[in-house]
């Protein structure tokens, strides 16, 4: 057996093609999506992370603002500039890139942001609201998973999930987006007694656990969907996920490749997130 591969790249495109349509119908009605990201201090990774989202946000019409400060900067000067962004009608979405230097209060910090312009979905409100199956925003990762199930075609009611990892970025959140589409889930992490037992039985695995090619092909049952979350650097400098890539495309029936896999459809939920605030704003206003 030879697994699928979802490609995430592909996907990531095919969306930002139809955000750029509903944002060139939003600027027609006098509202261009707008999306404002604050990075603090010079993290290499955070400023790639950065540069990708804002490179997508022009791919796909959304306007994007970077707000950059020294990693020493007072966190007065950046709680103040959140309360300025929330206050601007023309901002729709605000991102704050973590993670922050550790003088900052992560948690008051990601609370600041407006509800509305939560496009992260790490607000608790947005958390609150999710785990009650409303309508809320959805961290990005999760997602993006969830478009990938759905451009597959998989059915997820009835499904036995295991979710490897329980972050609040990731595995908690998508828990959580699983239920309320009627799987059944488990969430397994680093304290699980016999991880392969409940990951042999799952119809899906998504593995966010953060070690590299940590699931491998024995750990999988045949013809199961395997999402890979993860993104390691190993020492030679390549990246690899959290799955065995080439040992476990030969059990599953699908599978997400690292890189090019969950990666880009992180980064265009993010931008879809900036299209539905803005499209809410735009109705609130009749416009």
Not at 130 to 135: E, I, R, T, V, Y
Not at 262 to 286: D, F, K, Q, S
């Amino acid at each position: 057996m030879s697994a699928s591969v979802i490609d995430g790249n592909a996907l990531a495109a095919r969306v930002r093609g139809e955000l750029a349509v509903r944002a060139t119908a939003l600027a027609a009605r006098g509202v261009q999506p707008c999306l404002a990201v604050i990075l603090v201090g010079n993290d290499p990774a955070s400023a790639v992370y950065v540069r990708n989202k804002m490179a997508a946000c022009e791919k796909a019409g959304i306007r994007s603002l970077k707000l950059e400060y020294p990693g020493d900067i007072d966190p007065v000067v950046v709680m103040a500039k959140l309360a300025e962004l929330n206050a601007d009608a023309s901002v729709h979405g605000i991102l704050v890139q973590l993670p922050l230097p550790s003088r900052f209060d992560e948690g008051a910090v990601l609370e600041a942001i407006s509800v509305a312009k939560d496009v992260d979905g790490f607000h608790a409100e947005n958390v609150g609201r999710l785990s009650q199956g409303q309508d809320a925003f959805s961290p990005c990762t999760p997602h993006g998973v969830m478009k990938m199930f759905e451009a597959a075609q998989l059915r997820l009611a009835g499904a036995e999930v295991v979710v490897i990892g329980r972050s609040n970025i990731v595995g908690k959140p998508m828990a959580m987006l699983l239920i309320n589409a009627g799987a059944t889930v488990t969430i397994c992490h680093s304290r699980t007694r016999d991880l392969a037992f409940h990951t042999r039985r799952a119809d899906i695995v998504v593995a966010a656990v953060g070690k590299p090619r940590f699931l491998t092909a024995d750990m999988v049952k045949p013809g199961a969907a395997v999402i890979d979350v993860g993104i390691n650097r190993l020492p030679d400098g390549k990246l690899c996920g959290d799955v065995d890539f080439a040992a476990v495309s030969e059990v599953a029936g699908l599978i997400t490749p690292v890189p090019g896999g969950v990666g880009p459809m992180t980064i265009a939920m993010l931008l879809e997130n900036t299209v539905i605030a803005a499209e809410r704003v735009a109705r609130e206003a009749g416009q």
